[in-house]
Each structure stands twice: as C-alpha cells, then as structure tokens.
C-alpha cells in the first residue's frame, strides 16, 4: 500500500474524517485536517450523518477545527520541524484509509451509481479523453470519496496524479471551456468574488484576476467541480525532518516570479529573483514564496511582478540554507497575500 498523499482521507475510531495535507509526514502520524465529524443533524451522509466542520478552505479555518480537537488531543501535535501546533492523525487512531484513484476504480466497476457519482465519472472520461490522461490517473475525492455525498448540493472534486498529467489536463480542460465544462459566471462568479474579496487582503479587482486565472474549477452539467494536481509517487522527494523551518517574524517582499514549474501542487512552490523588502528587516537569499492556500497555486507566470506579505523563514538542511516567505501560516489568520502588480 502507498504512502499518503494530498487529497487523500482518514477516518478514525470517532467517526472524524481528516483531509490529508502535502507529502511530508512525521513517521508515526498524517498531518491532516479535519473536515467532518459525526453528526445527527449533519448535511452529510444518509444512515450515519455528518457536520461539516471545516468552513473555509484556509489556514485560518484549518486553526478553528482546533477548538473541537483540543477535547481530542492526541490529535494536535507540535512540529519540531515547522515550529507550529498542527492537526496530525497518529497512525495507530487510522482505522480507515481512502484513496481518490482506488474509489475511481470502484466506482468504474459498480452496476449502480447515483446521479452524482456517474456524473464525476463522465467527467473523469471527458477529460481522460480530451487529454490523453489515463483514467487510472484520476482519482475524487472530497465527500465522494467517503460516500457522504448528497447529489442534490455536493460538488465534484477530482484530483490528477504527476506532473505531465496534470498539465495536460489543463490545457485540455481550458480547450473544454464554453462547451462541456463553463467557467463561474453570472452569479456564480459573483459569490465567489465576494467571498474572496476582502480575505488575504484581496480588492474586488484582484479576486476577479485571480478568478480569471483559475483553471482547475468550473462547472460540468451544471454541478461544481474542481481539480487538484497531486504528486505521484515518483515525484515526491521530500522528507520529513530533511529541512527544517525556522520563523524570523513577518515581512512584505517585492520580487519577480523566476519559476512556476512546482506551483501546480499543495503546497505550491514559486522560485522568486530581484527581491525588495517593503516591510521587515532586509535579508539576502530569499529564494522562494510557498503557499499553503489553495487560491494562490498556479495563478503566475514566470516574469511577473508581485507583492507578498507573509512569515519569512530560514530554511536549513537538504539543499543548503536559504530563506523562503510562507502563504497559509495559522499566524497570519488569513491577513497574508500575494498580489500581482
């Protein structure tokens, strides 16, 4: 069995369902988050019912789980590596594990799929299509994945697995665009304007530019889907404890995006050059800008301008010490950004 990865979920012997977060995990547990927890007056699930726990996709949403986990607390662990209190699953508490593309596979082979099932399956087979991507190379997930989906308002959340997979199904899926699948528009794109604007420091302007940048959502026959690019196991190089991460405060950088070749993943990776301190003291060698929200992975391209504000760290071990400025600190509570000129 594979290792856990992005996307993935876990179920423990409450009933809770924690998300699972990146590729670097401590040898005994799965940083995860979590997202539902039993329920009787839940949305979710049909015998058993469930609560969404988790309201926004962010760090600082992440951080308010922590209120209910605190009366579970052998489910908060301190990182030595990172220097933060984050949620992690102790392996021995997993009794359950679901994989995206292991309930592709089932799903596949099932006589009988409700209506939302069959659609994310269509949509999976469009794309593979369209692309060239193996379907084997698709997985979903969200509450699909765990079977507490309702087709009545559940969306579609599928995840592509490697690096070329992932970039074919992008341009495959902005080739789809205004025909199969429909970009947020009307009053779609409203809401989710309006919901942005305001978090991460974000204008009315600058949450639709992000909008107009993000490929990896849309609408396929009239349900929301998005798509999430996940490491496949070739690809992850990372370990646990080979870096280790070290706060020095928060600080607004000026820089041009010097590479996006790992910005299709969570976290997502920008290589940064001619960097100016606007706030904070000024330290040579700061490399990178990474991102733990979502909204920011893939939105740039090499050459461009930005603006980050965010908790700069030193970054010692693997590959030499240099510095990094970090999107999605619990710290920040959502005040961080990155912003195009």
Known sequence: MRSERDRDFLKTSEGFFFCVVGYEHPPDRVLAYLKYVPSSSGKWGSTARFHRVLVRYDAASVADTFSILERYPKYLFYSEVYGVT???????????????????????????????????????????????????????????????????????????????????????????????????????????????????????????????????????????????????????????????????????????VASCSDALFLPCRYEVEDVVFLEGKPIEGVREVVSYEGLFCDILEEGEKITVHGKLERVEGKGGDHYRVLVGSQEAKAKDFIHTL
Request: glycine share 6%; charged share 30%; proline share 3%.
């Open 86 to 256: 984050f949620s992690a699953v102790p392996k021995n508490e997993i009794v359950e594990k679901y994989y995206p593309e292991v309930k592709v596979a089932s799903l596949l082979v099932k006589r009988e799929l409700d209506s939302l099932q069959s659609k994310a399956i269509s949509l999976i087979q469009l794309l593979s299509s369209e692309s060239g991507v193996l379907v084997e190379k698709f997985g979903v997930t969200g509450s699909i994945l765990i079977d507490i989906h309702n087709p009545s308002f559940s969306d579609i959340d599928l995840t592509v697995y490697g690096k070329e997979n992932a970039l074919n199904v992008k341009e495959a899926l902005l080739n789809l665009r205004g025909r199969a699948v429909t970009p947020f528009m009307g009053d779609a794109a409203e809401e989710w304007i309006r919901k942005k604007e305001g978090v991460f420091q974000l204008s009315r302007r600058q949450a639709q530019e992000i909008l107009k940048r993000k490929w990896n959502i849309g609408f396929y026959d009239g349900t929301r889907f998005s798509i999430h690019p996940v490491k496949d196991d070739a690809e992850i190089k990372e370990v646990y404890g080979e870096r280790v991460y070290r706060s020095l405060g928060f600080c607004t950088i000026k820089a041009t």
